[in-house]
């Protein structure tokens, strides 16, 4: 399994809004903790190398690998419920606080078209799953567990039942595999996890360590890789060859981040590794010229045209009251503007204006 | 590890892929939907009528241009909708429109009915239809089909049917209307062309075919219904859908994207209601044809159709 990994000169790891705990010229051993997660759901950040602290700024921290030395692995087996949740987060497992539940749901299914890498964590990675598996159950205590699997795909997991999820894009999407799974929207007693989560919790009970690796897709293979790991380095490996004006995707094309440069670490969560040719047009600051296409596909049935127009004009309120809310970030509705509007970008805008908004008046509230 | 030469790569909110449908892509295949009946217009009226639709054409981009430069902006007029309104007014008019209406009505279309409201998606209205109602309403005479085209020897039937009755509608045989024997909008009458267009938009997805059908089925329907009551007064509904500028309105005037609903049902019965008052414009209004009216009528109701909405997801 190891002969997929590619060897780390440097990595570049992305905050997500965690709060860094090193600064610029600090050694950090391997499995060190270099930042620190503060929104629910989150697990915390470490070093996959041991090294030299290299760069920091609000967005990422880049390390050298030019040390040595790995952190003492934690002993987890006496922990459960609260206790060893709280222990996994500071192990940097992106696991979400949830009181009662009666479904968990495993995403098996990837994201997109063109990813495989939770496909092949369940046909190579068995045991880890198992072991990840457990551990979420020991924290949730959910009455059943299901694990949703592409549809006519062979895999499944001890102690879970299946649903076959259809393999056509947006179906694979955690909104829409809860529905597969409960039958209803949005069920308020049902939580998905995404598989390579529970593979990370499965990496940190096996060891004792922190979570430091994912398997990402690249081309037409999966590779196990260290959090951190540039793009760059992955592209190489899968011999593709970024040039001037293409894009760098982390994750799929529809939902995926453009990475700022090669060196752009691939997160805990990141699926994917994609190179992105022209001509794939770039978004337009063009006004909706009101065709109706995103109406038309958007599987949440609400109206982006709408809602993206309020939030080009800070009408933040008016796009809850259109219930922004509901929008899963699928991307279809940037796919098919004909005026290409950076649909997802308003819609994510608007989202974000509206937590910090509800974030002040519950500050103020609680003055 | 080597090291990573320093490259511009694009950055980019995603999705990084697109269907490629461009305004520009669809208003050219609007224009190229339109070709058919351009071409029957011309064989019918011959050069007056090539003369009305290049007039307003010019007409539309140049305005387009003007306004923009007014306002400060950069033009769009590449996206060719300037072309498609004022292909659409042209349509609309009888080949025997003076240059000055077709410049004027087509500037028209333009600055009331898409510039006023800060361009294209903006106005509730489809643009040419406003145009059309201003010349209509101010110079009737020059677009009475009747009055300006006596010098040929096609005939009008909807005047026909208005002024004269069921008898004295002279040519009856669909096969003939729907081949453009007949007086009205220059393009808008040339009904196997604009068929052609019509059923190329709804093939390639630039339009969906509910606005369409239910335009004809409330028209069929409507229509029948009188024709069932006394079929010696009221004209047999084939007969209205083959007339007139219905079927383009139907498949290109209707289903304009701002001014008309997105959802399937609110579609439907937009198109229902445009089918229904074409048919009672054309019995009981003062105008032998009631499409574009009937249009602009049923626009003002699309934001009350859209409130017809499905429950957004996970909402309960
Ligand atoms: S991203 Fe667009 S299409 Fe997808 S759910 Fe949200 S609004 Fe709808
Ligand atoms: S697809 Fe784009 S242009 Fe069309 S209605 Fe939606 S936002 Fe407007």
Redesign the pocket.
Known sequence: MQNDTIHLDLAELTLEGRAALVSCGQDVKRGQRIAISSSPGLGDLHSPVAGKVEHVDPFRIRIKADGEGEVEPVELNSLKGEGLLAALRELGADLPMAPSLNTLIINGVDEEQGIGSRRKMLASHQPTLERGLSAVQAIYAPAQTVLAVLKDSEHSLAGTASVEIAAKYPSGLDPLVALAATGKEAPEDALVLGLETVFQAGRIMETGLPAMETVVTCGDSQFLVAVGTPAGAILAKSGQTPKDRDRIVLGGVMRGTAASSPRQGVSKKTSAVMLVKNPTPVALDAP????????QHCPARID??MI?SYAEFGMYDKAEAAHIDSCFECGI?GY????R?P?LQYIRLAKCELAKAKAQAGEEVAQ | MRPLQPLALTVSAPPHRHCGVTVRGRMGNILLAMAPAVVMAVASFGVSGFRVMAMAVAAAILTEAVCDKFMDRETQIHDLHAAVVGLSFAFLLPASAPWWLAAIGSAISIVLGKMVFGGL?GSPFCAPLIGWAVCRLSWPLFMDLDASMLNVELTYPLAQLKNFGLGFVSVTDLGQLFMGRQLGGLGAVQIAGVLIGGLYLILRKHISWIIPVGVIAGALITAALFNAADPNVYAPATFHVLTGSMMFGAFFLATDGPSSPNRRIPMLLFGLLIGVMIIIIRVYGVYPDGTPFAILLASLFTPVFERIRPKPFGVR
């Not at chain 1, 098919?336 to 005026?339: D, E, W």
């Open positions: 909706c010229v009101g065709c109706g296409q995103c109406v982006p045209s993206t509705c098919y503007c004909i005026a509007r649909m | 998606g």
